[in-house]
């Protein structure tokens, strides 16, 4: 019977591999001719129909529990759910779960089929090819090397000089959910960190430098998207990477390096004033989310979608969206599921791992850097509830559940229990104290 499951599997997590490279290469922008096929859900439900063994193996309390970051993930949408129960909005709530339940069947597919380390590598291989494919298209297009039709770059407000004068930036967009410059940077920079750590493959040979050219479109790409957050998040990964590689002493030097460079840059990137007219709509739109918080939605939230209709706009901060739009429970368990995420990548530090793949174990530090980028990109953008922010999600849970078992003495890096919920609870608490105070400082 096992080898039968895992022969089942395997068609599973090829399908798997074709539905992420969708997400990067939109098959319908790219060929006209597949413009309206269903694509990405044909290819998802073939998948789901091939995984349901391993969806059955782990459903269950005895394996969720020992693994927060699933939990949490999971209880998102009992979380969204409660937002609109709350308000006895019964249409909003059917069609939210939907919503969001397609993105819960994406990542509980990540997790089961992304289940041994030569699968790890594949699937990091896929995201990383398919997104370097992606930007690579958009840098072309961007600086008229070759017209790709199906990419349509911004011209932005930049300024007004002192006779009145409106002036505007182009900035570089992506190919379909990317297409907004900063979620472009946001995949820019985690493409950059998963093509540094094929760099460092040593095992590749001098075939690995092949990376150095990906990774100078990357920045490229990385500058003319002109986003600031996606500066900031660059930064924030390669202190993470610093920290893990060198210590703190390393992050801090590369932090004042940062900094140096961005006073030489100049430009819109390098311009981090909150008083500006970007930097002041944000801070603006994060206080309607706050006020609107000052009821009694301050516990399951103003309800899913809700955010445009209390501020006109969403918050272009993913933590303060869920926060306002699902109540401090909701919020809590977005959090929760990065908190958790870095709370076992930290713990795995303090074992030791003989059984594992050391392809596998040189992944960890590069997952922190990829969920500090991300985590710092949302810090300015809405992306609590898209497939991609929980494909990363799903690339942790999957690799910690990996390092947990192969371990010297196997155990879960983390269970879900009572002193776990009081940390969690605490650190949110903090976050959202913060992320108040913050707005109050500078609205």
């Given at each position: 019977m096992a080898k039968v499951g895992t022969r089942v599997q395997e068609?599973?997590?090829?399908?798997?591999?074709?539905?992420?490279?969708?997400?990067?290469?939109?098959?319908?922008?790219?060929?006209?001719?597949?413009?309206?096929?269903?694509?990405y859900e044909a290819l998802i439900g073939g998948c789901l129909l091939f995984s349901i063994p391993a969806l059955q193996a782990r459903c269950s309390w005895k394996t969720l529990k020992f693994q927060p970051v699933i939990l949490c993930v999971l209880a998102l949408l009992l979380a969204i759910g409660l937002s609109h129960a709350s308000h006895a909005y019964i249409g909003g709530l059917v069609e939210a779960a939907t919503s969001?339940?397609?993105?819960?069947v994406y990542f509980a597919l990540l997790v089961v089929n992304l289940n041994s380390p030569p699968r790890l590598r594949a699937f990091l291989l896929t995201v990383t090819t398919c997104s370097v494919i992606a930007i690579?298209?958009?840098?072309?297009?961007?600086?008229?090397?070759?017209?790709?039709?199906?990419?349509?770059?911004?011209?932005?407000?930049?300024?007004?000089?002192?006779?009145?004068?409106?002036?505007?930036?182009?900035r570089m967009r992506g190919l379909g959910i990317f297409q907004d410059p900063n979620d472009l940077a946001m995949l820019i920079v985690a493409a950059g960190v998963l093509s540094t750590y094929f760099l460092m493959d040593k095992s590749q040979g001098i075939l690995r430098f092949a990376w150095i050219i990906p990774i100078i479109t990357l920045w490229i790409g990385l500058f003319d998207t002109r986003s600031r957050g996606g500066l900031l998040a660059a930064g924030a990964a390669m202190m993470t990477l610093a920290v893990f590689w060198g210590g703190f002493k390393m992050a801090i030097l590369c932090g004042v390096l940062g900094v140096c460079a961005l006073a030489v840059m100049g430009g819109r990137q390098a311009n981090l004033d909150l008083n500006d007219s970007t930097g002041g709509e944000r801070v603006q739109l994060w206080r309607d989310g706050f006020d609107a918080l000052?009821?009694?939605?301050?516990?399951?939230?103003?309800?899913?979608?809700?955010?445009?209709?209390?501020?006109?706009?969403?918050?272009?901060?993913?933590?303060?969206h869920a926060y306002v739009e699902l109540g401090i429970f909701g919020g809590t368990l977005f959090f929760g599921a990065f908190f958790f995420a870095f709370v076992q990548l930290y713990q795995m530090g303090f074992r030791s791992y003989p059984n594992f793949d050391r392809e596998a174990l040189r992944f960890r530090p590069y997952l922190g850097?990829?969920?500090?980028?991300?985590?710092?990109?949302?810090?300015?953008?809405?992306?609590?509830?898209?497939?991609?922010?929980?494909?990363?999600?799903?690339?942790a849970a999957a690799y910690l559940h990996m390092a947990?078992?192969?371990?010297?003495?196997?155990?879960?890096l983390a269970t879900w229990n009572m002193p776990q919920a009081l940390r969690l609870t605490f650190a949110s608490g903090a976050l959202f104290v913060g992320l108040y105070l913050f707005t109050v400082m500078f609205a």
């Open positions: 068609p599973a997590f090829l399908l798997l591999l074709a539905v992420t490279a969708t997400l990067f290469l939109r098959p319908a922008e790219l060929f006209q001719a597949l413009d309206g096929l269903p694509i969001f339940g397609k993105v819960l690579t298209m958009c840098v072309v297009d961007f600086h008229g090397l070759i017209d790709f039709q199906c990419v349509e770059h911004l011209a932005d407000f930049d300024s007004v000089d002192d006779e009145g004068e409106v002036s505007h930036i182009l000052k009821s009694s939605d301050i516990l399951f939230g103003i309800g899913y979608g809700g955010y445009p209709d209390v501020a006109g706009l969403v918050a272009h901060n993913s933590f303060i850097a990829l969920l500090a980028g991300w985590c710092t990109s949302m810090l300015s953008l809405s992306r609590c509830y898209v497939v991609p922010t929980y494909m990363v999600l799903g690339l947990a078992r192969s371990s010297a003495r196997p155990a879960p």
